[in-house]
């Protein structure tokens, strides 16, 4: 297959169309997104205990829950990919440790909401702690779900999702990406 000059510039022209209008911000059909840290699905947690070892991704188990809890409480929730835009931003941050002398999970979701601009609305946690072995993998996927949807329940208590004025709505949106872009503290020991 011959390619001229005139076919390579045609195919380079339709690239860059298309790597341009993926740049861009696109609203969302919905007014509230869920935003889950990718490094919550890239990095492992490792849960301490002196014989066995197991290593799993907290945005995967996180992610499901937090969902469905959330969608009850605004049906036209979404989970956000880089470039979408809305009202109403929830970053969720899962937070695990294990006990192995007493046996108990303690899980910490923390739940910042911030408006389409990017600006704070409210920062909101739950807890919880369940007890639970570290025995065999699909033991402690139960255990670890429980433990994340109990300390969902607590957080739902208290999470409030206020509608934006129609003022508010017309100020400049920022991607739910961006939300992510923010310093984190590099050290958690909870």
């Given at each position: 297959m011959r390619l001229s000059i005139k076919t390579i510039a045609c195919l380079s022209v339709a690239v860059f169309a298309t790597v341009t209008t993926n740049l861009y911000a696109t609203e969302s059909n919905t007014n509230t997104l869920l935003y889950i840290s990718p490094n919550d699905y890239n990095y492992s947690v490792h849960l301490l205990h002196p014989y066995y070892d197991y290593w799993f991704a907290q945005g995967p188990l996180v992610e499901p829950i937090a969902f469905q809890a959330l969608q009850a409480k605004d049906s036209e929730l979404k989970v956000c990919n880089a470039n979408e835009t809305a009202d109403t931003i929830i970053r969720i941050k899962p937070y695990l440790f294990y006990n192995p002398q007493l046996r108990v999970y303690h899980s910490k979701l923390e739940a910042t909401v911030y408006s389409g601009s990017g600006h704070?609305?409210?920062?909101?946690?739950?807890?919880?702690?369940?007890?639970?072995?570290?025995?065999?993998?699909?033991?402690?996927?139960?255990?670890?779900?429980?433990?994340?949807?109990?300390?969902?329940q607590d957080?739902?208590?208290?999470?409030?999702?206020?509608?934006?004025?129609?003022?508010?709505?017309?100020?400049?949106?920022?991607?739910?990406g961006l939300i992510g872009a923010q310093v984190e503290p590099k050290i958690n020991f909870y």
């Amino acid at each position: 297959m011959r390619l001229s000059i005139k076919t390579i510039a045609c195919l380079s022209v339709a690239v860059f169309a298309t790597v341009t209008t993926n740049l861009y911000a696109t609203e969302s059909n919905t007014n509230t997104l869920l935003y889950i840290s990718p490094n919550d699905y890239n990095y492992s947690v490792h849960l301490l205990h002196p014989y066995y070892d197991y290593w799993f991704a907290q945005g995967p188990l996180v992610e499901p829950i937090a969902f469905q809890a959330l969608q009850a409480k605004d049906s036209e929730l979404k989970v956000c990919n880089a470039n979408e835009t809305a009202d109403t931003i929830i970053r969720i941050k899962p937070y695990l440790f294990y006990n192995p002398q007493l046996r108990v999970y303690h899980s910490k979701l923390e739940a910042t909401v911030y408006s389409g601009s990017g600006h704070v609305l409210g920062t909101y946690v739950g807890e919880a702690q369940q007890l639970g072995f570290t025995s065999v993998d699909n033991g402690i996927n139960y255990h670890l779900n429980k433990v994340y949807t109990l300390a969902m329940q607590d957080l739902m208590t208290k999470l409030v999702i206020n509608p934006k004025p129609k003022s508010a709505k017309d100020e400049t949106k920022l991607p739910c990406g961006l939300i992510g872009a923010q310093v984190e503290p590099k050290i958690n020991f909870y």
